[in-house]
């Protein structure tokens, strides 16, 4: 009911000036009877005839006003061409043409952006690929003198530096989504596999729950935000657990680290903000759960954490139920 009382209330006002005309033409014809000393009837017939046609100009008038609202407000959410509506006077057709410019403008520069991008991530690509010849290289050297220590600090590098690869392929927004079947189980251990050398290191404990789930997403995608959670896990868990497993239908990652302030735990996701641990590490980026976040939404998935300092973190991965 309000709507159609703000819709009307808008109508007069765009229209005002014809109404406001009919109301004055109304009165000059009384005042015209009235100085000829005519009857009132005729101005009776007079005022019933002119409603019929105001009324009948009204219902026209508004229905069409209406339709072109409506049109405007779809195109205010998705702008297309094809939902421009019909010109009604060159005016409009004006309005339209300059609208039409705009979008056009705006989308050439958004590719144009895009591009600029895409050739800043091609570049990034090629330093990288160049950049891990040596990290490997120096791999190898580890391996053949058996130092441990050194082979952890190589991994890191290489972890960091996919770390910002992955930020810059997210900046570009692109669909590099390919939705499948997944074996969490599998997805999972596969994740444990490669952080094998850290639970070695610090002697940490892996419990490892009921994992038997099956979901629907981009398995690539799921890999990083596992990487980056179970990565930070190890990582802020000098000695203890972490457990892994599906309680109620959601993916729960566990530890008994140092454990987030109860004031940084609203802000963990945001670009940036490395928090208390972070301040204390002095090597955190602020770029992995952040990033974490923004891939578990175009996955439709939700990322929760609640923590006690001292007492450890769990981060929750829930999937969507319809997919």
Known sequence: MKQKIKALTAYFRAHRAIYLIWVLLLLLEEMTLFLYDQAWPIFLDTILFSLLLIGSYFIFSFSKWHKKIKQLQL?????????LPPRQDQLEALYQ???????????????????????????????????????????????????????????????????????LRQQLDNSDLVFEKVNLEQLVKQVLKKYALFFAQKNL??????????????????????????????????????????????????DTGIGIKAEDLPRIFEKGFTGYN???????????????????????????????????????ITFPQQN
């Open 75 to 83: 195109l205010l959410e998705n702008f297309s061409k094809e939902l």
């Open 97 to 167: 043409q300059i609208a039409i410019n705009l979008a056009d403008k705006l989308l050439d520069e958004q590719e144009n952006e895009r591009l600029k991008k895409q050739e800043m991530l091609a570049d990034f690509g090629i330093w990288l690929h160049q950049i891990k010849t040596p990290v490997f290289a120096l791999d190898l050297l580890c391996q053949a003198q058996n130092n441990e220590q050194m082979r952890a600090e190589i991994f890191k590098i290489n972890e960091y530096l996919e770390l910002m690869l992955n930020y």
């Open 205 to 254: 404990r892996l419990e490892f729950g009921e994992l038997d789930l099956q979901v629907t997403t981009d398995s690539k995608w799921l890999t990083f935000i596992l990487e980056q959670v179970i990565f930070n896990a190890i990582k802020y868990t000098k000695t203890g657990t972490i457990k892994v497993g599906v309680v109620a239908g959601k993916l729960q990652i566990s």
């Open 278 to 316: 972070g301040r204390q590490d002095k090597r955190a980026s602020g770029l992995g759960l952040y990033l974490s976040k923004q891939v578990a939404a175009k996955l439709g998935c939700e990322l929760t954490v609640t923590s006690k300092v001292d007492h450890g973190t769990t981060v929750g």
